[in-house]
């Protein structure tokens, strides 16, 4: 057994603002097609609108606050990182460069070898 812990939406506020969140999508998007006859330009900002609005009930959300507390760990984790110069990362560019070099030449010389193998000693096919 896992002792895995499951993540639900414990109050009926939470709840309700994920309804409204999916309610404003669904209604930015059916904004857009209702607005087919108006110019793309209003259609566009119906959505945005609408969109930007569910984004905003969405942060509101015990969720959404995670979210935002996830991309901000992220964010430091991502401070943390040592990232290499440029001369080690050309060095490592052509290390893999080489290596993919040798391991085609290799898989080329396998692969005649073993059609020679078969088709010529084997099976006594010439080309």
Avoid: C
């Amino acid at each position: 057994m896992s002792n895995a812990q499951i993540e639900t939406v414990a109050s009926g506020a939470d709840k309700a603002k994920l309804a409204a969140a999916g309610l404003l999508v669904v209604g930015g998007v059916a904004a857009f097609y209702l607005l087919g006859k108006q110019d793309l330009w209003l259609r566009i900002i119906a959505l945005l609108v609408l969109m930007a609005a569910a984004v905003g009930v969405f942060l509101t959300s015990v969720q959404g606050k995670e979210l935002v507390a996830f991309g901000q760990d992220s964010v430091k984790e991502l401070r943390k990182v040592v990232w290499p110069t440029r001369p080690e990362a050309m060095q490592m560019t052509l290390y893999v460069f080489a290596f993919v070099v040798v391991m085609a030449l290799f898989l080329w010389l396998t692969d005649k070898t073993l059609e020679w193998v078969l088709y010529d000693l084997i099976l006594g096919w010439k080309h």
